[in-house]
């Protein structure tokens, strides 16, 4: 447990932080005088350049392209801010990075950089908000702006720039100890989790990629179904995401660590993005769900996102599995 000291009676609330913004002019010197106005300076001109880039191509995937590389950037801004660096922020900063790291190559791979490609999710909201959007196209347009540039953006920044705000305020009063090795441990073993499930994936679409539909037919199993069940799939149906959830909790903890109190304004960040991972999910399987009729039974018997022992078996009907567990013996 950190032990407190005369560091946390440095302010570092939300309301001190918004001081800071308040004060921002705009000149070099205003904009860097701090920094979190430093961060939040180039949050706003990557959400502007985001939002003109998505008006000017239709292509709603930019901010994606960039949701693994900003918090890296935010985070080293913090790290290396002034003459004597925080070794707890060089800790977040690193941990920070190797995600993005990962995620970036994740990405790269699956042609996410090639400018004119687009999560397939996007095409399905812009068919929705045309059906069903009595101002079409404005709210087609609000969505890009509002939604998807200006929110994905600052949920994107609230990820680190507040728990980075606090470290740094909180400056050295706290050592590094056991509990930040403990927490960089368990960020790691989340980051293998998402990259062990990232990795199965990517090998199991390759291999069905290669395949023709009657030759994926007569492989049976996977391949037939057209999604992934075994490895890390038989247990959770999205373990990527509840890694990914997991990661940004543990980034928060620094702030206690580091001397804050447990309950803090930073935990802003973790909150939206696990609600965003609930929408995210839930709209990845209704679409799951209308290409592929075996996954119904799926989501019957895999847990949602935490990691649990299937409820049965994929291969047999409901109906079968609930005879089979009543069984004698």
Known sequence: MPTPTSATSIDVSLQAAWQQLSAIHLSWEGLTATPLT?????????????????????????????????????????????????????????????????????????????????DYRWAFVRDWLAKHDPLHPLGRELFSLLFIA???????????????????????????????????????????????????????????????????????????????????????????????????????CFTWLAGAPALNWTWVGPVLLTLLFQGSTVLTEALSIRKYPAYRQYQRVTSRLLPLWPRGSLDLHPAQESSRTQQPG
Not at 99 to 118: H, Q, V
Not at 157 to 181: C, K, N, S, T
């Open 38 to 118: 430093a961060a939040v300076a180039l949050l706003g001109a990557v959400t502007l350049l985001c939002w003109v880039l998505q008006a000017a191509t239709g292509n709603y995937s930019w901010v994606d392209r960039l949701w693994s590389v900003m918090p890296p950037v935010y985070a080293w801004i913090f790290a290396l801010w002034g003459d004597r660096p925080n070794p707890r922020l060089v800790l977040m900063a690193v941990l920070a990075t190797l995600w993005g790291a990962r995620l970036t190559f994740n990405f790269a791979r699956k042609g996410g950089y090639i400018p004119t490609e687009e």
């Open 150 to 252: 200006v929110y994905q953006h600052l949920l994107i920044g609230l990820l680190i720039i507040p728990a980075a705000f606090v470290v740094h305020g909180l400056g050295h009063g706290v050592a590094l100890g056991a509990g930040d090795i403990l927490a960089a441990i368990a960020f790691l073993a989340f980051l293998a989790g998402e990259t062990l499930t990232d990795e199965q994936q990517w090998r199991f679409q390759q291999h069905k990629a290669r395949l023709s539909p009657e030759e994926r037919t007569r492989a049976g199993g996977d391949l037939a179904r057209g999604f992934l069940t075994t490895g890390v799939f038989r247990y959770s149906r999205h373990l990527n995401f509840f890694c990914e959830m997991s990661m940004w909790w543990v980034i928060g």
